[in-house]
């Protein structure tokens, strides 16, 4: 995935919507973006529903954003 896709991903207000196996790279993301610490949650049930990783097509289990 080029770089412009990723950014086409990206959520909004600066959210990524990630897997695990891509929550790490999403916290970096942020951290080298904005220089802050991120905030990690973990998404309900009732929203992972058609929630997609922002790096990946595998099903979305946390938000991570600024």
Do not use: W
Not at 21 to 28: G, N
Not at 47 to 54: A, G, I, P, V
């Amino acid at each position: 995935m080029s770089s412009r896709d990723f950014e086409l991903k990206k959520g909004v207000d600066n959210m990524y919507s990630c897997c695990a196996e891509h929550v790490e790279l999403a916290i970096d993301q942020i951290v080298d973006e904005y220089e802050v610490a991120p905030v990690v949650e973990m998404i309900s049930e009732e929203n992972q529903l058609s929630t997609t990783c922002s790096f990946c097509e595998n099903e979305a289990i946390y938000i991570v954003n600024k």
